[in-house]
């Protein structure tokens, strides 16, 4: 189970903004409810022997039960989407990827949140970059804020390694950024967390570099 999570985004810069590092204060959501918590939990683990994806999901759920302690050094120039050290949201579900300099990508699973807060989410956006082939595996997202942080769109830039090199396996992540756009002045980059992925398929390439913008869905099981 996780139990402390320290980032370091000190020398993160991508692209200066006049908020400076200014950070954008996230919601909480309703306090947890003990006896659908400890239903579900029951369901996961007589399940986990028969699907080992379902110990993941047992992961995310233990989350919003015991938060682990979370530190953050922040960027002096790339804003937060929250500024509650205790705020952590995490994902995993399968993820895919086909296409060939442009192409699409999709995700889903569970979540879940230190506000706390355990449900299920889907993801889907469109893939521009050095990549091509066909790809499917698991991803873990981790989301520096609450559940409404991790719905919405996003700015994600990526890389990879494999599969030519590993045999058809490839490793993987991002970093994920919120986008606010203005017309009078330059898009603000905010940034929201990480993942990462082990996926298997087909690529003529050794690796892949991407931008993706996507949008997220969540939708709360337990609050």
């Known amino acids: 189970m996780l139990q402390h999570l320290r980032l370091d985004l000190s020398q993160l810069t ?35 022997p028969l699907n080992s994806r379902l110990g993941c999901a047992l992961d995310a759920l233990e989350i919003s039960e015991t938060p682990p302690t979370v530190s953050v050094m922040p960027s002096p120039v790339v804003p937060m989407a929250s500024h509650h050290s205790h ?12 296409g060939w300099i442009a192409g699409f990508n999709a995700s889903g699973g569970v979540y879940g949140s230190t506000t706390p807060e355990f449900g299920i989410f889907g993801s889907a956006g469109v893939v521009l970059g050095l990549f091509g082939g066909i790809s499917g595996g698991g991803e873990w997202t981790f989301i520096f804020g609450t559940p409404s942080d991790f719905a919405g769109p996003f700015l994600c830039f990526q890389a990879s390694v494999g599969p030519k090199i590993f045999g ?22 905010t940034f929201m967390g990480f993942t990462a992925n082990v996926t298997w398929g087909w690529s003529p390439l050794p690796g892949s570099i991407t931008v993706e913008w996507s949008n997220t869905w969540v939708h709360p099981l337990i609050k």
Do not use: H, N, Q
């Open 168 to 189: 058809g396996m490839s490793i993987g992540g991002s970093l994920l950024f919120s986008i606010k756009s203005s017309y009078w002045g330059p898009t603000a980059l």
């Open 87 to 98: 705020d952590l949201t995490v994902a995993f579900g399968p993820t895919g990827t086909a």
């Open 14 to 48: 991508v692209r200066p903004d006049p908020s400076r590092g200014k950070i954008v204060y996230a919601p909480s959501t309703a306090s947890r409810t003990p006896t659908e918590r400890g239903v579900l939990k029951a369901s996961l683990e007589l399940g986990r």
